[in-house]
């Protein structure tokens, strides 16, 4: 018997269509493989130029003048036919070339294709040029870590997500030997340019790699990539020459199918408050397109919070000829008070769940909690720079590190001079959850910047919001709303005639949901009202229809976490982030063939349609500014945020009470449907970038 089963289980093993269903290369593997993506015209042309656009003006920093001077003066240059060259600059054009490439920072979908079209054209133009891929990002650098990319393995990866052909990492080049190590590898392998596929800071890296290779005749060209879409480009008269990031498409649609899947079970199995974290770092950029997408119950964009005013209180403030100084700017109790105020809404009108989505940066936009993170930045970086050892490492445990602060605020600390944490610091900080100071001393990442991704925010808003719900349940404020057909369907064969009893039970017997008064909070209040009412005696039971009634309006709140990041950036791109990618990589090869450097590699006018894109070069030392990082300013590329003014903002404050649907209105939840890379069901561009195209 034994026997016979082994012999079947090989039969099943070497069977072909086992052997076909369970091959990790399936269908739509085959198919993103061999779709090819749409090149912008001009890519076309045999030959290309790039043209100076002095039009497109920036402000100086002086600081990048400084350190930056031999790419300083770099201005935006657009890719333009290049028929016209001469002889010797097409043979120029065509030299044979060594091009390094490398992914920094987390991954994002379509980064394959920059370097597939980097290769592409790298190959096309001369077959004996190579594309190395340095390993693991920065670090492939640094150690002269490198594979060289052929043509199979591009073919494996085309329109394909994750940064798995060469891996990523987010080691910063911030140190002279760092440097000279890059150019040392560089020099090694005799390239002619680098293109480096990172975020702000990795473009930060990028443009210093840039100044440093310039006399080396090496070129460096960056890439805009971050799922966060915090690297958008306007000139100061307000042009845009990159409206988003590549990859943020993918991953605000990749969370949006899961949302949306979420509205969809809400609404059905109604018991949940869906809480959905989404990445996006500082800037609520995901957040809002994920708003567009699903029409989520409710969405928090960070910077509308930092604006925040309590009118109310202001108004009662007045009132006593005081001033409440709290009232301006948001705080995480006004904020779970904002939340509950849509939760109770919601369930007066019989809708108690819904979906809410959460901008994992929220914190930076919470005052109380940004003082915080600002002050506990500067003491960690403070320690690093005065000590051999890291504050991490010296204070492994939540108490070792809370000692450390207790004895700034002592005066004890090893700068008895360090007053910025003082005891009132020490008091706030400790009335927070465990969890949550940890999560806010956690270790900051390599660029200094701090970790939201870590921090459980949605735990400690949820929290609050949970315990407030219940002071408003105590109070009778939080209540399911009871439809009038229910609550008649129910009555219909008692006794007692429903018009009558409404009276008692209701606040509002006219309306279609009906509310159970504030007094009656529980059965026993529920008892006393009916026998004051005469509508029972003293030694009856409560009727069961009356009963039944009170119970369905009688609110549970439960909710489910979910945080979506790590999932969305790993996604396999949209049409549109294969198209943008594919040609960001086709620009990246085009800049470097016309000799550019330390320019970012950018598709002016994607917020309109494919037939209007244009290829570009923008310059990276135009972005940059002075931030505090790890205790020192240093010039980094400025983050952008959502744009209070813009087009897609002001669209979403008109229609979010609609998608809240805290009246009697239905829900409007939108289908998004699943990330695709063709047909016709597919958007062409993000919904943000098309309503700032209006
Ligand atoms: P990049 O800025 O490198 O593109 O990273 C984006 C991101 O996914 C953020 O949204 C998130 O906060 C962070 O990376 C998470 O970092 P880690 O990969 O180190 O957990």
Redesign the pocket.
């Known amino acids: 018997m034994e026997n016979q089963s082994c012999k079947s289980l090989e039969f099943l093993l070497n069977h072909p269509k086992t052997g076909h269903v369970t091959s990790n290369v399936n269908t739509e593997t085959i198919e993103r493989r061999s779709f090819s993506p749409k090149k912008i015209k001009i890519f076309s042309s045999k030959y290309t130029n790039i043209k100076d656009c002095p039009e497109y003006k920036f402000s100086n920093n002086k600081e990048a003048e400084r350190l930056l001077p031999d790419i300083n003066n770099n201005i935006v240059q657009k890719i333009i036919p290049g028929e016209g060259k001469t002889e010797k600059a097409k043979q120029a054009f065509k030299i044979r070339r060594n091009i390094g490439v490398l992914f920094?920072?987390?991954p994002?979908p379509g980064g394959h294709n920059v370097v597939a079209g980097l290769y592409d054209e790298v190959k096309k133009y001369n077959s004996e040029s190579r594309v190395f891929g340095f390993l693991s990002g920065p670090d492939g650098l640094l150690e002269s870590k490198y594979i060289e990319i052929t043509q199979s393995l591009v073919d494996a990866y085309r329109n394909l997500g994750g940064f798995s052909m060469i891996k990523t990492g987010?080691t910063k080049i911030d140190s002279k030997n760092k440097m000279e190590l890059s150019l040392k590898t560089c020099m090694d392998l005799e390239l002619d340019a680098l293109v480096v596929i990172?975020?702000?800071?990795?473009n930060t890296n990028a443009v210093f790699l840039a100044q440093r290779f310039k006399s080396a005749g090496i070129k460096v060209i960056g890439v805009p990539?971050?799922?966060?879409g915090d690297i958008q480009v306007k000139t100061d008269d307000k042009e845009t020459l990159c409206a988003i990031s590549f990859?943020f498409h993918t991953a605000a649609r990749a969370f949006s199918q899961n949302i949306s899947n979420l509205t969809s079970d809400a609404s059905s199995d109604i018991k949940y408050w869906h809480v959905c974290k989404v990445?996006?770092?500082v800037a609520s950029h995901l957040t809002l397109e994920c708003a567009f997408q699903t029409h989520a119950n409710l969405s928090f964009i960070g910077e509308e919070l930092a604006d925040y005013t309590d009118h109310h209180r202001i108004e009662k403030a007045k009132k006593k000829g005081t001033i409440d100084y709290t009232a301006y700017g948001m705080t995480l109790r006004h904020l779970s008070r904002l939340i509950c105020d849509t939760i109770v809404r919601r369930a007066a009108n019989g809708k108690n769940f819904g979906v809410m989505i959460v901008p994992?940066g929220i914190l930076e936009f919470i005052n109380e909690i940004q003082v915080f993170i600002i002050k506990l930045n500067a003491i960690i970086a403070d320690y690093n720079l005065t000590h051999d050892i890291d504050f991490h490492t010296s204070f492994p445990t939540l108490n070792a590190k809370l000692e450390y602060l207790r004895r700034l605020t002592r005066g004890m600390g090893d700068r008895d001079k360090f007053s910025i944490w003082n005891l009132r610091d020490d008091d706030l900080f400790n009335q927070l959850p465990a969890f949550f100071r940890e999560g806010l001393l956690m270790e900051r990442?390599t660029h200094g910047n701090f970790?939201?991704?870590?921090v459980k925010t949605e735990d400690i808003i949820m929290d609050m919001v949970k315990e407030y719900l219940t002071i408003l349940k105590e109070q009778g404020k939080y209540k399911i709303g009871i439809e009038r057909s229910y609550y008649e369907s129910t009555m219909k064969n008692s006794k007692f005639i429903p018009d009558k009893i409404a009276k008692v039970l209701f606040n509002n017997p006219e309306d279609k949901y009906m509310l159970i008064k504030e007094s009656i909070i529980s059965l026993k209040t529920l008892k006393q009202v009916l026998i004051n009412t005469e509508v029972i005696n003293q030694n009856d039971n409560i009727p069961e229809p009356i009963a039944q009634i009170f119970k369905k309006s009688d609110p549970k709140f439960k909710t489910q976490i979910h945080f979506y990041?790590?999932d969305g950036?790993g996604s396999d791109p949209t049409y549109f982030d294969c198209n943008y990618t594919y040609n960001l990589g086709l620009t990246s090869f085009h800049l470097i063939a016309n000799g550019a450097t330390g320019q970012m590699a950018a598709i002016k006018n994607l917020e309109k349609k494919f037939d209007k894109w244009e290829p570009i070069g923008i310059p990276i030392t135009k972005l940059m500014r002075l931030e505090e990082r790890k205790g020192k300013l240093e010039l980094v590329i400025e983050k952008s945020l959502v744009d209070l003014d813009s087009n897609a903002f002001r669209v979403f404050k008109a229609l979010r009470d609609g998608w809240m649907a805290a009246d009697g209105n239905p829900d409007r939840y939108r289908r998004p449907g699943p990330v695709r890379f063709a047909g016709i069901a597919e958007e062409d561009r993000p919904i943000t970038l098309m309503l700032n195209s209006i």
């Open positions: 920094s920072g987390g994002a987010r990172g975020g702000d800071d990795s990539k971050t799922i966060d990859g990445m996006g770092r994992e990442d970790q939201f991704s870590q990041g790590y950036r």
